[in-house]
């Protein structure tokens, strides 16, 4: 029995250690903020700031839960053993490997260590060199994006998407939420390049196309990333394309010119100006955040604007449809031959493979 019981201390400390590598302590301060927030009745006066709210304690609950039921379980487990009651000792063997089990599983959290990692994310896809191949290829990749949150218990929501004249679409914006999902999808950004016969051809000849994804770090609190309001320009327009009664007939379209870099954000989704103000601003916050990082610099006004298009010689993975199958990316070397499923969200592979390639010495 002794040797299950230095096991098990083992084990909590190596939990305990993970607990305060991820922040939990401040992550669990926060929460009871919120909780105590939105347990005010006036919080629900304002239904978009609460809702707002209630989705920040969702993911925080997300985090935590797992790590505090573990915490938990194994401190149980231990003090079952220390009873020294050896009729249990072969159940409390099997309880101790299901919670090894566990940890290592959640242990991966710990790789995500970056400024925004545990963020939830918005993902930016823009149709590049191709023509409607290429804007074809930006909606499969939106629902690729879509179908690896669902398995992944994430969840989505399309904040503004421009189709295509033909097919296909010219650019979507995607919010995607859950735990590290940030963490996670950084690995998709950058060009992403298609190779295959194609639909819109009369010859059905092969045809290369680019898309642009960009992943961004959702900021949802402003005092993360604060913009000076003299550093915009706003305009408002009329809304374009389909939509229902009062989207087409009034000014609610809204793009936001972050004068420094020269970032333009439009969102014309809601009918509401003043939503459309609020979503282009989280997305300029976030744009910023991610130029940021890119750029290792401390202050906004050091930033430079983004240059990377979508064209040859930029992907960071290809998928090819004929005259084989294969993705592959280019900065991992990692591959798998079933694009069919990487296209229907298998990105998993790629994801940890992006890890690893990080962490190991360059």
Known sequence: ?????????????????????????????????????????????????????????????????????????????????RLED??????LRQQLDELRSRYESLKKDLRFSGPFDDHNAILRLSAGAG???????TEMLLRMYLRWAEKAGMSTELLEQTKGEEAGLKSAVLSIAGPFAYGKLRSEHGV?????????????????????????????????VAIDDTDLRIDVYRSGGHGGQSVNTTDSAVRITHIPTGIVVSIQNERSQLQNRETALKVLRSKLAQLQLEQH??????????????????????YVLHPYTLVKDTRTKYEDRDAGSVLDGKLDGFMESYLDHQESPS
Not at 297 to 307: D, F, M, R
């Open 131 to 137: 023509g409607t191949d290429a804007q074809d290829w």
């Open 297 to 318: 610099q401390q202050s906004l006004a050091q930033l430079k604007g983004p240059t990377k298009s979508a064209e040859w010689g930029a992907q960071i993975r290809n």
């Open 86 to 91: 050896a009729s249990m000792e072969a159940e």
């Open 1 to 81: 029995m002794s040797s299950i019981i230095q096991a098990l201390l083992a084990l909590g400390g190596d939990v305990d250690q993970a607990w305060r590598q991820l922040g939990l302590d401040d992550k669990q301060a926060n929460l009871a903020e919120i909780q105590a927030a939105l347990a005010r009745p006036e919080a629900w006066q304002d239904n978009q700031a609460a809702a707002e709210k209630a989705k920040q304690q969702a993911a925080l609950e997300a985090t935590i839960g797992p790590w505090q039921t573990l915490r938990r379980e194994v401190q149980e487990t231990l003090e079952l053993a």
């Open 192 to 224: 992403h390049r298609l190779v295959r016969l194609s639909p819109f051809n009369a010859d059905n000849l092969r045809q290369t196309s680019f898309a642009l994804v960009e992943v961004l770090p959702q900021i949802d609190a402003p005092d993360e």
